[in-house]
């Protein structure tokens, strides 16, 4: 696996890494940086150290640096890599040698959105604060990549028509689903503000969605789930009529256009991340059965009747940096399966 994860950075980065020359020799943090971004993030800068000689050091910000450990032994030991433990929200100082930064922390997972919202948006709104309060001590700070959500359009366009950075939906401001959103639109602001007060360089990243290694099959996201239940044998249930419609940009595509946000974005601009390939819920499901060894049913229970699409317009990342969908949702899905059908019989023996 470490050959094919290896291989899938490279993929993705040799066609860019010659755009990546600023950060060369530069000090990169990373908040959140044991999450799924965040820990993709530093395997690319590793694998730019290691094969390009860019000589990054990185420092990940977590309150929990065994969970790298733990997620991949590989990453954690390495000696470009240092650790600042603290909760992002009591921040208050950070090193002065910090040249760029990826405020990544903030958990997606929807199921805490509604168990702890107080603490969801303490998190995304006095986290956010902190590290621009902080950022704004730094000497030599050239670059800071704020990851939204694409979740701040709101719904999206009833015409099925892909979402660009200019457009506006609505929020539904007295359900508890807007916690999360409505605590990422706030943050942008704020950012927007540090930039206006400070000069703060920060650039605004609204990402959508994404698999691949690393990435655990319990999140409550239909893709996630339908994975875990074929690879343990039960049948796919997709709850609705299988009819929305998603995209899914693989993680080292992802984590190459982070780092060409960071190195090349202008500051103050928004990009949406994600992918341009739609697939309804059914087709990922037919998918999924395509790829592993023995097929499972497929149930679709038609508990609602919802056609949504939540698809990024990509028109301007890729003409404003270069970048591209290396791998289709077919590859990325077939080479997330590979990792867990490989993790999956390692915790067996």
Not at 164 to 177: A, D, H, R, T, V
Not at 188 to 200: G, H, I, N, T
Request: glycine share 8%; proline share 4%; with cysteine.
């Amino acid at each position: 696996m470490k050959k094919m994860i290896q291989d899938d950075i490279q993929r993705s980065i040799q066609g860019l890494s010659s755009t990546f020359g600023s950060l060369k020799g530069k000090v990169i943090l990373i908040t959140g940086g044991t999450g799924f971004v965040g820990a993709w993030v530093a395997r690319s800068l590793v694998w730019l150290n290691d094969e390009l000689n860019f000589d990054c050091s990185i420092i990940i910000l977590t309150r929990n640096p065994k969970k790298l450990e733990e997620l991949d032994p590989d990453l954690y030991g390495r000696s470009d890599i240092s650790f600042i433990k603290s909760d992002i929200r009591s921040l208050h100082d950070l090193p002065q040698d910090i040249n760029y930064i990826i405020h990544s922390a903030a958990n997606p997972d929807n199921r805490v959105h509604m168990s702890d919202p107080v603490n969801t948006m303490d998190v995304i709104a006095i986290g956010t604060k902190a590290i621009m309060d902080a950022a704004s001590r730094l000497s030599d700070i050239k670059g800071i990549v704020y990851l939204s959500s694409g979740q701040v359009y709101g719904d999206a366009p009833g015409n099925g028509a892909a979402i660009s950075e200019n457009s506006q939906g609505y929020l539904l401001k007295k359900g508890i689903n807007s916690i999360y959103p409505e605590a990422k639109r706030y943050s942008e602001a704020l950012c927007l503000a540090y930039r206006s007060l400070y000069k703060l360089p920060v650039t605004i990243v609204r990402p959508f969605s994404f698999i691949g290694p690393y990435q655990e099959l319990n999140k409550p996201w239909a893709i996630n789930s339908f994975m875990q239940e074929a690879l343990n044998g039960q049948p796919i249930r997709i709850l609705g009529n299988g009819k929305p419609k998603r995209s899914y940009l693989y993680a080292t595509d992802m984590a190459a256009w982070l780092l060409a946000i960071l190195a090349n974005g202008k500051d103050g601009e928004v990009y949406n991340l994600g992918s341009s390939e739609e697939v309804s819920l059914l087709e990922v499901a037919n998918e999924i059965n395509s790829i592993i060894s023995i097929p499972v049913d497929i149930i679709v229970k038609n508990n609602n009747t919802l056609e949504s699409n939540f698809i990024p317009s990509l028109d301007y990342i890729h003409t404003q940096l270069g970048v591209k969908e290396n791998f289709t949702f077919k590859e990325a899905l077939l080479h997330t399966i590979k990792w867990n059908v490989n993790k999956q019989g390692s915790n067996d023996e």
